[in-house]
């Protein structure tokens, strides 16, 4: 299995192949960071950003192409015979700005399915998978029609600037090249607003001291690092060690949590039932094998989060919503004060 | 009266919060996709991109140290093939002599003298270059003279 590889912040792609006689397989196919570079600097940027991108990896794929089209190629197999094969791509593993810029997309998109922004809390299921050969079918057309119905396509869809890099790709359904990756979903992902919101959760109730105290006295165990500072103390974390943290996250949150007051008990039952979901998913995700039943637990694991993930709701305030519910209330007092005289 | 007030304004606080949060954001929906995939493809891997992200010190950084920082980019992508194509060239010439071809002397010698420097610290150490030393290429350059083969030979038969 041979990896191709493309990084946004250095603007590289590279090739990778199985390691061999300690020689490191990793090649540079092409960097182009000093072209990219004055590019951005220059007002009409974006544009040319992504036909650069595009025009770069045409280059990379052209061998790709012809190969799957007309003759195939024979490859030598591990069990030393030789077989005619054709090579298609069929993941690309990247961060989601990576990705995004890759399929050509706006920022808060998935490239897999046409959800809308404000659906992407809920837990429906039923969206249309993308079709971007559809996408590129479409642009033309509507370029030649007028400019109005060409920026409907593009917000209808949440189409960025650029085009989807792996359409032209023989063989290769672009919105399958997806592939769900723990590393960044889960643990540099969601791990990481969960631990933002627990912080916040133990803080309202004052319990951020117990919660430090409890982790910085967790035994040794095989298969689990101590962590050597308590989680506020933590600038960045490593996926190895967010790992670890969902391994002992549940059990320090639950010593951290006990003996609660009289109208702390319902929050703190919610609070430990909403991550002792999240936890379960992210273990069931790591099984090596599935059955129906293991995927209906997931499933279950994750409507049961979207029910108590209320209780965390107030935490997730942003500088924006933060600024909306400033205004507003100013506007209420206003109001009130206005009443009174 | 004073109190009253207080609780009623962080009230309203909480609720205006509880109104205009939500959990709109891209990591959240993300994870409805794993079921699926798991249906269409199979359990989930656990890729790593360390070794990758390992590689930009090799193939980027240390190629811009080497370059004259003019016109970089197409440096540092003929440095690090070069290294490539030098590195394959050796485990080449490696093979060929533990299957005793026929190689002349010089190959040879070089090849003794490059065993102890390169094959035992196999993945090479990379230290840390202060910003302006060059790594030392003399062995590279050696080799190319030495094979009687030119670089661009090189380039055409490996990469």
Redesign the interface.
Known sequence: MA?L?Y?RK?S?A?A?QPR?????A???I??????LKVLQSRPTSEENHADTLQDVFELIFAPLQDVVAYTGSAIYCADSKVRQCFPILFAW?AD?MESVALYGLKT???P??E?P?????T?T?SHRTRDYARYQRYKPENQNSGSESKDDHIMCHNLGIGQNIFHRLDRVSASDLY?????H??YL??FK?MMDWIERFLKKHGRLEAFDDVSKALPPYPGFLVPKKAYREVTQWQGKEMRNLGHCILGVLAVALHQPGGAQVIPFKRALGCVRVLVD?NMM??????TSET?AY??DY?DHFHKL??IF??F???KR?QD??DK??NQ?RRQRALVIE | MHDDNRQEENDLYQDLVRGESHFNFIKMHLLSHFCDHIGQFGNLRMYSREIRELTHKTQIKDGWRQSNTNDAARQIVHSYGRQHAIRMRLLNLESLKCRDADLSGDVLHHLDRTDSTMTAAAPVVHRRVLKGRREDVSNVVDFSGISRVSLNIIYRELI
């Open positions: 990896c590889y990084d250095s590289i590279q990778q061999f006689h300690g020689c490191s990793s090649r540079l092409a960097y182009s960071s000093q072209t593993i989601h808060n998109t998935c897999k399915c959800v922004t404000h659906e992407l809390g837990n299921r592939k769900p990756d723990m590393l979903s889960i992902g969601l607003h998913f995700a790591q099984y090596r094998s599935h995927i997931m499933e994750l993930n209320d709701l107030e997730r305030v942003t919503t909306k519910v507003q209330r209420i």
